[in-house]
């Protein structure tokens, strides 16, 4: 099993960390919030074969793996305040740079959350993941019985792979996504879903699912 530690208690850390806790990963929760980081380890961890436990920022970005689950652009506010400490480690975003509307993004379509965080974190390696399932759902894992799909990119293949291979057992199942610069598409895919599910009055209960399902 993997130590990840999640920066961020709010709807996305904790839906990671039900699906690594699930897994039976331990999970380290660090928010500015220690109250908050606190309630979100006690609710998830009692639900989970894994270990979650809340602790320092500082203690969770020690960890193995490191998930940025914070708005952009704070992820890159945390690059660039520990850009020694997190060099040469796996740090997966999620983050979405939505507009206002949500249905929007407020990066141009030559960059991405993704890239802009590798820019701040030369030394890291950054993976793509979880942005395409909005928090209700990854939280369950499956909708409509389904069990959801979430996309892998990133320039090194062999964090992706890695962060690949740790899915097994969350609920999830992992897609290879190729290159980072991907991440301008599958960002904008999260846009493009959130525009549909006010459309059709499904909020944020909606999720993408590559078909076939076996392959």
Do not use: C
């Not at 952009?72 to 509307?101: F, M, S, W």
């Amino acid at each position: 099993m993997t130590t990840f530690g999640i920066i961020g208690a709010g709807n996305m850390g904790r839906a990671i960390a039900t699906r690594l806790g699930a897994a039976g990963h331990t999970v380290l929760i660090g928010d500015e919030s220690p109250g908050k980081a606190g309630d979100l380890a006690a609710e998830v961890g009692a639900g989970v074969r894994g270990v979650v436990r809340a602790t320092d920022v500082d203690t969770a970005l020690d960890a193995e793996i490191v998930v940025l689950a914070v708005w952009y652009p704070g992820t890159v506010d945390i690059g660039n305040a520990h850009r020694q400490r997190l060099g040469g480690k796996i740090v997966i975003d999620i983050a979405n740079p939505l507009d206002e509307a949500y249905t929007g993004l407020t990066l141009p379509s030559s960059t991405s959350a993704a890239e802009e965080l590798a820019k701040a974190l030369p030394d890291s390696r950054i993976v793509k993941a979880f942005n395409t399932v909005p928090a209700p759902v990854l939280t369950e894992g499956v909708l409509d019985d389904l069990p959801m799909d979430t996309f892998v990119a990133g320039d090194d293949t062999a964090a992706r792979k890695t962060v690949l291979d740790l899915l097994d057992g969350t609920g999830l199942r992992g897609l290879d996504a190729g290159v980072l610069a991907n991440s301008r598409l599958l960002e904008r895919l999260t846009a493009f879903g959130i525009e549909l599910g006010q459309r059709y009055g499904l909020g944020f209960e909606f999720g993408f699912k590559f078909v076939p399902t076996t392959f």
